[in-house]
């Protein structure tokens, strides 16, 4: 069984998840940065692209006590198992989610990886091949459902999220809207990639919940028709 997919991203009011030059931006405060503490925390998995190991450098590890202890006392580890979706390893040896925090790493590449590079990986993360030259997200899910994980949590980014809409892999989609414009054709959005040309090929939502969090407003979105469409 493939696992449940929630995406959660901040966005700022035009849309922009980072900087043209992909530099990250502190879009939401902190009553926003404890939902999505608490989102990751009742995950079994959290999922970002190399892009953002390359720019962001996170250890998307669960940063609150309570939630940590939550998790402990539920009998798991107190961070969720942490993916990096990275074809060729490129991510670097020495990256952040690598070390900080225990707990199991996976790092899924395609066959292009180099060898070497995923033989270095093997004593600090398990490596998941899937796909011929990019990583085969289907393939990939079905991997982590025979893993065990039921709930995973993609942070990001543009790339990474666009190819699991392409693939209809995503269920959820929570978007932090932030009161400041980046601007920039180039930045990266919610959904980068290729993007869909026609109306019929569009994934459609359905609005569950609008909130105010802070100067933005939280947007939860279910993914598919809604049923008056
Ligand atoms: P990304 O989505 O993190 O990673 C994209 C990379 O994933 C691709 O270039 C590709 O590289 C790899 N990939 C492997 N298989 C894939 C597949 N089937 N489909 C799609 N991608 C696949 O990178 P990004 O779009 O450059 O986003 C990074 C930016 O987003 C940074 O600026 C970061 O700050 C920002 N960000 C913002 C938020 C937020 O909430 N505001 C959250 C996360 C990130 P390979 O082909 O080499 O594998």
Redesign the pocket.
């Known amino acids: 069984m493939r696992p449940y997919v929630v995406v959660n991203?901040?966005?700022s009011a035009d849309g922009k998840?980072?900087t043209r030059e992909?530099?990250?931006v502190k879009?939401s405060g902190a009553q926003d940065f404890t939902r999505v503490d608490r989102l990751k925390a009742g995950s079994d998995a959290v999922m970002?692209?190399?892009?953002?190991i390359l720019?962001?450098d996170p250890s998307l590890t669960v940063k609150g006590e309570d939630c940590r202890q939550h998790r402990k006392n539920r009998g798991v580890c107190e961070h969720p198992v942490r993916i990096v979706?990275?074809?060729?390893a490129?991510i670097p040896l020495e990256a952040s989610i690598l070390h900080k925090g225990n707990g199991l790493r996976i790092v899924a590449v395609s066959e292009k990886a180099d060898p070497k590079k995923i033989a270095a990986l093997k004593p600090v993360a398990t490596v998941i091949v899937a796909g011929e030259e990019?990583?085969?997200?289907t393939t990939l899910m079905d991997e982590l459902g025979t893993m065990g994980i039921r709930r995973l949590m993609v942070?990001?980014?543009?790339?990474?999220?666009?190819?699991m809409i392409r693939a209809r892999l995503v269920d959820e989609i929570y978007t932090f809207v932030g009161n400041m414009i980046i601007g920039g054709r180039d930045a990266?959005t919610l959904a980068?990639?290729e993007g869909f040309l026609a109306e019929e090929e569009f994934p459609w939502l359905t609005l569950i919940e609008t909130r105010r969090i802070e100067d933005g407003v939280l947007l939860h979105w279910k993914v598919g028709q809604p049923d008056q469409r």
């Open positions: 991203v901040a966005m998840l980072s992909r530099r990250q879009i970002v692209g190399i892009g953002t720019a962001d979706v990275d074809s060729r490129r990019q990583v085969d997200l942070e990001g980014g543009g790339e990474l999220i666009a190819g990266p980068d990639g």
